[in-house]
């Protein structure tokens, strides 16, 4: 029997809600069962006593001097580290994007090396180059580690990859006969870049402030290392009331302050960023890539190259040189002995554990953060569906030490009761990827065309075929780097895997960090070797990740 139009019209505006329903479901339940209720779990425990909810105590915190400090500081060196980190890799962003040199994939994977660092371990290199004994106080006699630009410099060297991997990833991909076309009318290049690819990477760039923001807005390791006794943020507060002093209940105070504060951030930036999507031309990243032209370009990408050099691989090659101390790979063979006391297995092992945790990270934050991704660039997506997007980035505001002390206690019981269970330490390290996936993916799919889905669509396919056919082409190579970026991140998260990894399957940032944590010259240099080690898996990756992407752009492997 045939149908009426209007029948053919009801079923696909069923099938296209079957649809958004089951791409958003799967999101919707993994962040409520371990974000959520993990979180909630943690801040009950500290203002709830003798089943009374004291909201009370939130005042009596705010009241305190100290804590008033505390947030200034954790907001003022936020936004300066974001200023300055944009300011000094938006630059290496479009020289990765545009230009095509010698090097170039070893570079980028180099450039994502220190992203993946430990935070202790980055506060610990820079240390060596800007405290006492370090290398600026014997070259120049400079000491900048009782300085906060001690930590501004490590939260640009941490965050540089942020932005030249997001901003750069859609700029490779923007067409630049557009802004050809306005300089042959008569615009300067700064006027044509501004009016036509500004506008364009909008987006892109508002992504990569956000997470750069958030990222320098809960800075544990760095500023607990550099910031000594004088800098204190938020990150490291909740951790010195929940570790040091006990106080549990400060804690949850402080934990709501954040979470609130970075709620407020995300939803001005979903409003900001709805208000400048355009529809972009997209074209193949290999053909907008081209060796530099006079002596202005050649001169870019050397400031770029030394950049890189001076404020990426100077810390690098300290570690490197600290782990090569000890004669005859004196720390490295020292990593294959267990000690009894702080492991229970060789350090060594830490690096398969770390590489099996990655992976399975990786794959649930691909599928989860792919899921949101495309429910949130549907054009009959929901409010909720809309305002699920700020909710995906909470997981990089709120501390990582209350995410990790919130597993072990609410997921202790069944039906969730894994504290035996292997995929504990995925799971915590797949809700900072999560992110990470959506943010990169997001700018893209938002460009591809949606009349090209409705046409699809109007040929009868199916939303899953049109979501093979029409967006994952344009899309493959921003999934890889999301790929790429969760697998990076979930190498190098801490502050939640350190509560919840077993002794007998310690990731690598958990043994350098108990390694540091203990006095002696043999310990701290295992704990260089085990990051030496670290850089090397993850340049691996991120090579094996470049070459993915080559054949990809080729069609040959």
Request: glycine fraction near 8%.
């Amino acid at each position: 029997m045939d149908l009426t139009r209007t029948e053919v019209a009801v079923r696909r505006d069923r099938r296209g809600s079957a649809a958004r329903f089951g791409l958003i479901a799967l999101p919707v339940a993994f962040f409520a069962a371990f974000f959520a209720y993990p979180v909630a779990a943690i801040v009950a425990r500290g203002l709830k006593v003798d089943g009374v909810w004291r909201f009370g105590r939130i005042g009596e915190v705010l009241a305190q001097s100290d804590v008033r400090h505390v947030l200034w500081f954790t907001t003022w060196q936020a936004f300066v580290s974001t200023a300055l980190t944009l300011l000094i890799a938006l630059p290496g962003a479009y020289v990765f994007a545009r230009f095509e040199f010698r090097g170039k994939q070893v570079l980028r994977a180099v450039v994502t090396v220190p992203f993946v660092l430990p935070t202790v371990v980055v506060g610990t290199a820079f240390l060596a180059l800007v405290g006492r004994g370090g290398l600026l106080d014997e070259l120049w006699g400079v000491r900048l580690d009782t300085t906060v630009w001690a930590i501004l410099l490590a939260h640009v060297f941490f965050n540089y990859a942020v932005v030249v991997r997001t901003v750069g990833g859609l700029w490779a991909q923007l067409d630049p006969r557009q802004e050809e076309a306005a300089r042959m009318l008569g615009a300067s290049p700064w006027k044509a870049w501004r009016q036509v690819t500004l506008p364009a990477l909008g987006p892109a760039v508002a992504a990569a402030a956000l997470m750069v923001f958030l990222f320098t807005f809960t800075s544990f390791g760095v500023v607990q290392i550099l910031g000594g006794p004088t800098f204190s943020t938020l990150e490291v507060e909740i951790y010195r009331q929940t570790s040091e002093i006990f106080d549990l209940s400060t804690a949850a105070v402080l934990t709501l302050i954040q979470f609130v504060a970075v709620g407020a951030i995300l939803a001005l930036h979903a409003w900001t960023v709805r208000r400048r999507e355009t529809a972009l031309r997209l074209v193949d990243a290999s053909v907008t890539a081209r060796r530099p032209r006079g002596a202005g370009q050649w001169a870019l990408l050397g400031g770029v190259l030394g950049t890189v050099v001076v404020l990426l691989l100077l810390p690098l090659a300290v570690l490197v040189q600290r782990s090569l101390d000890a004669p005859g790979f004196g720390y490295y063979r020292a990593l294959t002995r267990a000690d009894g006391g702080i492991f229970l297995v060789a350090p060594i092992e830490a690096i398969g554990n770390s590489l099996e945790y990655a992976v399975a990270a990786t794959v649930i934050a691909v599928v989860i953060g792919g899921l949101a991704a495309v429910a949130l660039t549907r054009r009959d997506a929901g409010r909720f569906v809309r305002g699920f997007d700020a909710l995906l980035m909470l997981p990089l505001g709120v501390s990582a030490v209350t995410v990790g002390f919130g597993f072990l206690i609410a997921l202790d019981e069944p039906p969730l009761d894994l504290r035996s269970s292997w995929i504990l330490v995925p799971l915590a390290q797949a809700l900072v990827g999560v992110p990470f996936v959506v943010r990169t993916m997001l700018p893209v799919l938002r460009a591809v065309d949606a009349r090209l889905r409705e046409a699809a669509a109007v040929l009868g396919a199916s939303p899953w075929r049109v979501w093979r056919e029409v967006d994952l082409p344009m899309v493959r190579r921003a999934l890889l780097i999301a790929a790429g970026f969760a697998f990076a991140v979930s190498l190098g998260e801490f502050g939640a895997t350190v509560f919840i990894a077993r002794p007998d399957n310690p990731t690598l940032p958990v043994a350098v960090a108990r390694l540091l944590g203990r006095p002696g010259d043999l310990n701290y240099g295992q704990a260089m070797a085990l990051s030496t080690i670290l850089m090397v898996v993850c340049a691996v990756a991120l090579l094996v990740l470049e070459r993915l992407r080559t054949a990809d752009r080729t069609g040959e492997f």
